[in-house]
């Protein structure tokens, strides 16, 4: 079940990644609204990213 969340919050991370960096660069989902909370958005999913990584690392070992 662990590596499960792991992969699952990876997972998460790289769709939030790829949904805030298209309305960073092109604005389709929502038109740009506010630059900043997508900004915010991008590097929470790219922290996100690397917890859940290290965490599977871990579980690994």
Excluded at 3 to 21: D, R
């Amino acid at each position: 079940m662990p590596k499960a969340l792991c992969y699952a919050g990876m997972a998460i991370a790289a769709v939030t990644l790829i949904l805030f960096l298209l309305d960073l660069v092109l604005k389709i989902p929502f038109g740009r609204e506010n630059m900043l909370m997508d900004i915010v958005f991008v590097l929470a999913s790219g922290a996100l990213a690397y917890l859940s990584w290290s965490s599977l690392r871990d579980l690994e070992r």
